[in-house]
C-alpha cells in the first residue's frame, strides 16, 4: 500500500491572499511545511495539490524546487483535484492535509497514520473530536472510497471540503478518531493561516523556535506559549470558518 500526503494549496485566498507563499525567516510558509511533513516516518509521496490557474504557477515552481510531486487540478472542485493528485502518484492511501497548516505536527500525523493501518476504519482523523490544535488537522482514507464519493455526489460542499462526506455519514463509513493527551484547553488554540493576526502569530512561533530547533514540536510550541502568554491572543478572535 502506498501512502501519500497531499497538500491543498493555492495563491488565491478570500482572506489573505498568497498566504502560502508569505515568507518566514526567508522561506515560504508552505516550504516550511513541507519540511515538517518531511519528517513523518509513515508515508512514501508528498504532493502539492494546486490549481491550473496561472496564479499558481510559483506554487509549481515551489514544488520543483523542493523536488516533491505537485498535481494542477479544478480550483473549485478540491475533491477532484485531491483524487487526480493521488491517482497521479498511484497512491492507495490519502493523507489530507491543507496548505494553511505550517504547523502540522509530524509525530501526530504519523500518530494517525498507524492507527489507520490497523485497519478497520474507513476514515481516521484527529478532528472528529479535536484534542490537538485547529492546524494539527490530519485525515486518513483510501483512494478508492474517495473515488466513490467523486462519483455519487454533487454537493458542492463535498467537492471544496474533500473528505466532508466521511464524517457527515457515519451510517455509511466507518470513522474512528485520534487522541493526544494534552490537557483540553490546547484543542480551543489556533495555529492555521487564515487571517493576518493567523499569519503573524505563526511567524513569531517560527522566529522564537525554528533558529534553535527546526525539527520544534507542539509540546515546544505550548511551552512558548507558557513563557509568552501574549502570543495566543494575537488571533484568538479569529472564528473558524464553517464548513456549511
Not at 455519487?152 to 467537492?159: C, L
Request: glycine share 4%; net charge negative.
Amino acid at each position: 500500500m502506498k501512502y501519500a500526503i497531499t497538500i491543498e494549496a493555492r495563491m488565491r485566498s478570500s482572506r489573505l491572499p498568497g498566504k502560502v507563499l508569505k515568507p518566514i525567516l526567508g522561506k515560504p510558509m508552505l516550504a516550511l511545511m513541507v519540511e515538517r511533513l518531511q519528517r513523518a516516518r509513515t508515508v512514501d509521496d508528498i504532493i502539492i495539490a494546486t490549481t491550473v490557474n496561472s496564479s499558481d504557477d510559483p506554487v509549481v515552481e515551489l514544488a520543483e524546487e523542493l523536488k516533491i510531486g505537485y498535481f494542477r487540478g479544478s480550483e473549485e472542485d478540491v475533491l477532484a483535484r485531491v483524487l487526480g493528485a493521488a491517482r497521479a502518484y498511484h497512491a492507495d492511501v490519502i493523507i489530507e492535509t491543507t496548505g494553511d497548516c505550517p504547523l502540522i505536527e509530524p509525530g501526530i500525523l504519523d500518530k494517525v497514520v498507524a492507527d489507520y493501518r490497523i485497519g478497520g476504519a474507513d476514515f481516521v482523523s484527529n478532528t472528529l473530536e479535536y484534542t490537538t490544535p485547529i492546524g494539527t488537522d490530519v485525515r486518513v482514507f483510501s483512494t478508492e472510497a474517495l473515488a466513490e464519493i467523486d462519483r455519487t455526489s454533487n454537493d458542492p460542499a463535498d467537492r471544496e471540503h474533500v473528505s466532508l462526506h466521511f464524517w457527515e455519514h457515519p451510517e455509511k463509513y466507518r470513522l474512528r478518531n485520534v487522541r493526544t493527551e494534552f490537557p483540553p484547553e490546547v484543542a480551543e488554540l489556533r495555529l492555521t493561516v487564515d487571517t493576518p493576526e493567523d499569519f503573524e502569530l505563526i511567524r513569531q512561533v517560527y522566529e522564537h523556535l525554528y533558529p534553535e530547533n527546526p525539527a520544534f514540536t507542539l509540546a515546544d510550541i505550548l511551552e512558548l506559549f507558557r513563557r509568552k502568554p501574549e502570543l495566543p491572543k494575537i488571533n484568538q478572535n479569529i472564528q473558524q470558518k464553517a464548513v456549511r
